[in-house]
């Protein structure tokens, strides 16, 4: 596993899970919201997405259902 997306609309969180896991390894992009998030994950391949729940548009459940 080397490739991460995180979908997160606060920065300061984003910020902080993207510096851990950079330093651990992993190579990390960030999207601001489901949306984005979404176009990301359709576009690229990732071994593992980490979203929060409660965001603007389309929540983290929306996200994982589509």
């Known amino acids: 596993m080397k490739r991460i997306l995180v979908i997160e609309d606060s920065q300061t969180q984003a910020l902080k899970i993207q510096f851990i896991l950079e330093e651990a390894g992993f190579e990390i992009e960030v ?3 489901g949306t984005q998030g979404l ?3 359709a576009m690229k ?3 593992l997405v980490i ?5 603007p ?3 983290g459940y929306e ?3 589509q």
């Open 45 to 47: 391949h990732y071994d």
């Open 39 to 41: 176009a990301l994950f």
């Open 51 to 55: 979203s929060d729940i409660i965001m």
């Open 63 to 65: 996200v994982c259902s």
């Open 31 to 33: 999207a601001t919201n």
């Open 57 to 59: 548009k389309i929540s």
